[in-house]
């Protein structure tokens, strides 16, 4: 059973700072590693994806990193906004097409 | 183009009956996947249609049960409700015709069970 460990499970950031938020994975049979963004009474959003043929991937503030011989990977948001605060999801392929969550990562950025 | 539809948006419903929720997917996407997430659990997979086809099953009791139509729309249902059925149910879409192509959520289903 493949087991997704996301930490921290809160996180208070200031306005500018920088937030982080990890996850580790047992085992993957596919290489596909997204996170998702949810806010309250929503459904959660698709945030970035990386697929480990890289090591990072980057888009606007928000980066992926990868680290594949740990089983290891990790948001970064850059200048966090308060418009940021939501809570945070990783996955990781539970198989073709589902997915493994991680328990979520609730971000408050203060202003 | 439309996201991933789902209704109704809340249900209350009592402890025995059952309950059908609908989600019609994004245009083109052939891949429905359903989830349950509750803030016990987080989000657990219930279930994936493909073609119309199970494709993949998660650890749920059979109560849960889902089928896909031709047009992809998909249907889940829930046969004697119990408390604990009570989570916000979500549907994702993707094309489907790769590995673990983008999975696009919609807003979910509130099922409160009395």
């Known amino acids: 059973q493949q087991q997704v460990k996301q930490s921290p499970q809160s996180l208070i950031v200031q306005k500018g700072g920088i937030s982080i938020i990890n996850c580790a994975y047992e085992n993957t049979a596919f290489d596909y590693f997204p996170w998702y963004q949810q806010f309250p009474g929503k459904g959660p959003a698709l945030l970035i994806a990386?697929?480990?043929?890289?090591s990072e991937k980057k888009e606007g503030r928000f980066t992926i990193s990868f680290n594949k011989s740990a089983k290891q990977f990790s948001l970064h948001i850059m200048d966090s906004q308060p418009g940021d605060s939501a809570t945070y999801f990783c996955a990781a392929p539970r198989g073709a097409n589902n997915l493994f969550f991680g328990t979520g990562t609730r971000l408050t950025v203060i202003p | 183009k439309a996201g991933v539809t789902q209704t109704p948006r809340y249900l209350i419903k009592t402890r025995g009956q059952q309950v059908t929720l609908s989600c019609s997917p994004i245009s083109g996407h052939r891949s429905v996947s359903w989830y349950q997430q509750t803030p016990g659990q987080g989000l657990q997979f219930l279930f994936e249609y493909f073609s119309e086809t199970q494709r993949n099953k998660g650890n749920f009791p059979g109560r849960f049960s889902g089928r896909q139509f031709s047009n992809s729309r998909s249907e889940m249902n829930v046969s004697t409700l119990e408390l604990g059925d009570s989570a916000l149910y979500l549907c994702?879409?993707?094309?489907?015709?790769?590995?673990?192509?983008?999975?696009?959520f919609g807003q979910g289903t509130r099922l409160t069970v009395v």
């Open positions: 990386i697929r480990p043929d890289v």
């Open positions: 994702a879409s993707s094309w489907g015709d790769t590995l673990n192509t983008e999975a696009f």
